[in-house]
């Protein structure tokens, strides 16, 4: 009875409803363990019902009172190797399974959220992937404009080293030119000073002609009075020879010739005026003819010189036109090179900043690949681990349902099966026992454990482990397609 008021009363939360006494016997109609309510206790639903004799039907039937007669067998508690720290164990893995269940719910939902972000993955992996392919042409694209661009630039090479040569062709033209130049200068600057001295003696000689035929006026002047002179003497004295002639005359005896005395002087006087003349005739014609011949020679010369003047203007002329056409050419040359230089070095600076945002380019795609290279490994990385906890959680889902299947079958064999206590059948979870006679049910009749209407968790009666295998079993029929386990190869 002790024993059986114990287990009635197993937990401090078990309340008894009715415990009513019919004819000295003890009945007890129900016993709740862990409340009326199915939640998560669950009722372990006892019925006792003993009469006097422990053998009558004590459902809906009560005997009239009689004496109480004290069996002191019964008295005696039972044996029954029920460890008293099962309802621990239980409660433990009730918690436990609890546990669990949040685990695997947690579970499922990171499985979920994974495959998600492996489906995201293999879409970020498609594209990059496209855009490999997609950089690698614009990659082949830039390797040509670079080529071109060398080329080019290989070609205005060739193109400056040619135009150096000619610069340099120039060059020597040019300083043959202003060497010429020079010299004409110099040959310029001599004839000048030459003509500068010829002009002085030409002018010299011209002054000395005019002052030689100032004096040859002057002395044609002078003859030409010492002639009137002359005459008019001779005109006077041949008057006074006449006169005297005509008035004087003398009776000299001794018989004077005047006239020879007179022809003698005037003949001396013609003589000495004749040869004055001659003398100053000769004299000036030879003055003349040596002024004449200076005049001639210095009018030669100063033709001659005229001449050489007017070739040297000439030449000048020439050569300052030739000397303004070279240095046109040469500034002409000079800007065509100037303009060459600048288009070439435009074009190597053009060509040098392409090439540096190539290479930028192409170092940034270099990076871009090792980054996108770097996160898909790091990604592969993840999504091995994925993978192989993926396999973990099934593997352990697994065991775990071979686990419940395995304790589903130890519970069944477990409440299923008949015992005998004291005589009679008895069923542990089922059917009815009888201890001495009368009739106890002792969680029989309506009330079962792992079977029946009472129910351990609520609802129908099954057992916290059974319950639990259930929930497993349904768990895994939603996910009744297996996990997708992807493979390194399928993605490489």
Same mark, same amino acid.
């Given at each position: 009875?002790?024993?059986?008021? &114990? ?9 008894? &409803? ?38 009558? %039907? ?23 190797? %029920? *460890? ?5 164990? =239980? ?20 499985? =979920? ?21 997609? =950089? ?47 010299? !004409? ?8 000073? !030459?003509?500068?001295?010829? &002009? ?70 013609? *003589? ?5 003349? $001659? ?5 000036? =014609? ?13 009018? *030669? ?20 036109? !030739? ?25 190597? &600076?053009? $060509?040098?900043?392409?090439?540096? +945002? ?41 065991? +775990?349902?071979?686990?419940? *299947? ?26 009815? $026992? ?19 209407? $009472? ?38």
């Amino acid at each position: 009875l002790s024993t059986w008021t &114990k287990m009635a009363t197993y937990s401090s939360s078990s309340s008894r &409803k009715s415990l009513p006494v019919s004819g000295g016997g003890y009945t007890i109609s129900r016993s709740s363990y862990g409340g009326t309510s199915a939640g998560p206790g669950s009722v372990y639903g006892m019925s006792m019902s003993m009469g006097s004799s422990f053998g009558g %039907i004590g459902q809906g039937f009560v005997p009239p009172i009689t004496a109480v007669q004290v069996n002191k067998s019964l008295l005696a508690p039972l044996n029954l190797e %029920i *460890d008293p720290t099962i309802q621990a164990v =239980r409660t433990q893995e009730k918690d436990q399974i609890k546990t669990l269940n949040n685990r695997f719910a947690s579970f499922i939902d990171k499985v =979920r959220f994974l495959e998600q972000q492996n489906k995201m993955l293999e879409t970020k992996w498609n594209l990059l992937q496209e855009q490999t392919t997609t =950089r690698s042409n614009i990659e082949g694209m830039f390797e040509a404009y670079i080529s071109n661009l060398r080329r080019q630039l290989d070609g205005l090479g060739n193109e400056k080293v040619k135009l150096e040569g000619e610069l340099r062709n120039m060059q020597g033209l040019v300083e043959d030119f202003k060497r010429k130049y020079e010299d !004409e200068i110099n040959k310029r600057a001599a004839a000048e000073n !030459e003509f500068v001295l010829l &002009k002085k003696d030409v002018d010299a000689a011209y002054m000395n002609k005019v002052e030689l035929e100032a004096k040859a006026d002057a002395l044609q002047d002078e003859i030409n009075f010492l002639r009137a002179v002359y005459e008019a003497e001779l005109r006077e004295l041949q008057s006074q020879i006449k006169d005297t002639s005509v008035i004087v005359e003398m009776d000299n005896s001794r018989n004077l010739d005047m006239d020879s005395i007179v022809a003698e002087v005037r003949a001396q006087y013609e *003589d000495i005026a004749n040869r004055s003349r $001659a003398e100053a005739e000769t004299w000036y =014609r030879q003055k003349y003819e040596e002024m004449q011949s200076s005049a001639g020679q210095y009018g *030669d010369d100063l033709r001659t010189t005229k001449a050489e003047i007017a070739e040297l203007n000439r030449m000048i002329a020439r050569l300052q036109n !030739e000397i303004e056409a070279v240095k046109g050419q040469r500034a002409s040359l000079e800007a065509q090179i100037a303009e060459a230089e600048e288009r070439g070095e435009l074009a190597v &600076k053009d $060509a040098k900043l392409r090439i540096r +945002e190539l290479e930028d380019a192409l170092q940034r795609a270099k990076q871009d690949m090792t980054r996108q290279v770097r996160e898909y490994q790091e990604l592969m990385n993840v999504k091995l681990a994925l993978d192989i906890e993926i396999a973990t959680y099934r593997k352990l889902l697994e065991g +775990e349902e071979t686990r419940w *299947d395995e304790l589903e079958h130890l519970i069944a064999s477990y409440g299923g099966g008949s015992a005998s206590y004291g005589g009679g059948s008895a069923s542990y979870g089922g059917g009815s $026992a009888s201890y001495g006679g009368g009739s106890a049910s002792y969680g029989g009749g309506s009330a079962s454990y792992g079977g029946g209407s $009472a129910s351990y968790g609520g609802g129908s009666a099954r057992s916290p482990n059974q319950s639990q295998s259930v929930l497993a079993r349904e768990c895994i029929k939603r996910r009744a397609a297996p996990f997708p386990i992807y493979k390194l190869s399928n993605l490489i």
